[in-house]
């Protein structure tokens, strides 16, 4: 079965709610799993829990079926992500424009010219879809 994963903000912001909107299309199109994902920076302490986070899913997008929501505490955003993708053997991520700024500041350090999309194919074996929220 094919496995989306969208990692989120928490409480959602509008651009969270425009990846997890299309994160939901596509798991409900291709029939997939998905895992919403919001990780509690450990600098931050918010103690979000899972309960929250699926509450404020569901009181945008109604209950979904074949649904996991998951809080992972970290220090930072972008490895954690990284890291549950990976647990996750994840076929398809839906991250955010804003989300890919940032990975690819991170992977900037690593590499010579980041391009999350491939480096994600490449070392995770997964599809990566990029939502921009209409500001």
């Known amino acids: 079965m ?19 909107e299309e994160a939901v299309r596509v798991s409900r199109e291709r029939d997939a799993e998905l895992t919403v994902l919001h990780v509690d920076l450990y600098q931050s302490n918010r103690g979000v829990t899972r309960t929250e986070l699926k509450r404020a899913v569901e009181a945008e997008f109604g209950p979904l079926v074949r649904a996991r929501y998951v809080v992972r505490r970290g220090f930072l ?3 954690t ?3 549950e993708v990976a647990a996750e053997e994840a076929d398809i991520v839906v991250i955010g424009s804003k989300q890919a700024s940032r990975w690819r500041r991170m992977l900037r350090r690593f590499l010579d010219d980041p391009d999350i999309d491939v480096f994600l194919r490449e070392k995770l ?4 879809i990029t939502v921009r929220a209409d500001d």
């Open 2 to 20: 094919t496995r989306v994963v969208v990692p989120v903000r928490y409480p959602l912001s509008k651009h969270s709610r425009a990846t997890l």
């Open 77 to 79: 955003v972008e490895e």
């Open 81 to 83: 992500i990284l890291e």
């Open 125 to 128: 074996d997964c599809t990566v």
